[in-house]
């Protein structure tokens, strides 16, 4: 059985999911279901899905495409016309999980609230996604990615002490809502299984990034203390921080246990800071933190990052490297776990990408196929197993609201 053909074997397989999500969360949901083995359909425009024109392009096929859009088939609706939506009343009407990540209320005035749906779909589990969420008065403000980093408080701790807030180079805030929203609608149909009934789930983007910022709001809630930028360091765990090695690699370094800490010291060949009853704990050596850190960074210069981490490991410091994407590639331990899966594409030839995770002893979860080249790939295949013929298929594509291939691919999943 080929890569693109393949059924899923994984602990969602049996479950559907419909896609109408855009860059990138909403699809990103359905990118880690379709990878734990659920039938994800992929509902794009027929002129394509915006993530298909994002990102570097090889020989002028998308590259990240491939990544998002891997383990689903896809179908091109024009779901602002009336016989698409009728297309995507009829997928919702089968479906497990609906995701979308329109601005707020846009998904009902095409006809589809989640009352109606729930009517003839009362199981149906409705994920919405947004910027600043369905209620609030911002939330019909754009909202992406780069937005939540920054009103979450995430970018304004994140950089150099004397430099700009950082926002991150990847959409980090898509992806953290993207894993909430997978095990909110995974606890959806939990509930689901005890009364028969679905829900309808509101997230925005910003606030699980939030969520993520540790002490930050109970911080300023008890103490008015405000988090701000230190760089690579820690202002509650020292020595914590990226040092630069003789062959110009960086070696990370974390100390939340003051044991570690005095490993360190002495590995490093300063006793007389491990022995040091005012650094015996994180307090005392956040007070100290430029002592710390500059003994560190002074000896870690001296090394090779090799012979770093060598004699860390000797000394059981919590420390590795950090590492490039040509070092992770090349890295023994990223071989031995499969890491990166290798999968043949039919026009790139073999790709390397990121395999799905967690790993699974008894429901194995795999990559099926990479995000497939042509729009709408299976869009006639789908049409057909929700009833429609080979002429109303051509009705449908003669007028713009679906787009199908001359030869579409077999697929793997029922709708």
Known sequence: MSETTKQASGPLSGLTVVDVGMLFAGPLVGTLLADLGANVIKVEHPKGDEVRRVGRFRDGEPLWWRVTARNKQLAAVDIRTEAGREVLLRLIDKADILVENFRPGRMAEWGFHYKEL????????????????????????PGMGTLAEAFSGFAHTMGPTDAPPSLPMFPIADG????????????????????????????????PMLSLMGAMVIDYDQLKYIASRHGNRSNWSVPRNSYLTKDNRWVAVSSAANSVAKRLFRAIGRADLADDPGLATNPQRVKRIEECDSAIADWVA??????????FREAE?????ICDVEQIFADPHVHERGTLARMQDPVLGEVRIQDVVPKFSRNRAEMRWLGRTNVGEDTATILSQLGYSEEEIEALASSGAVHVNAEPAVSGGTV
Request: hydrophobic letters at 40%; zero cysteines; a negative charge.
């Open 118 to 141: 729930a009517k003839t779909n009362p199981g149906l589990v409705m994920l919405h996604i947004s910027g600043y969420g369905q209620t609030g008065p911002y939330r019909e403000r």
């Open 176 to 207: 953290v809502a993207a894993i909430t929203g997978a095990y909110a609608v995974l606890a959806a149909l939990h509930a689901r299984s005890r009364d028969g009934r679905g829900d309808e789930i509101d997230l925005s983007l910003y606030e």
């Open 317 to 321: 410091v919590v420390a590795g490297p």
């Open 302 to 311: 001296q090394r090779t990052q090799e012979e770093v981490l060598a004699v």
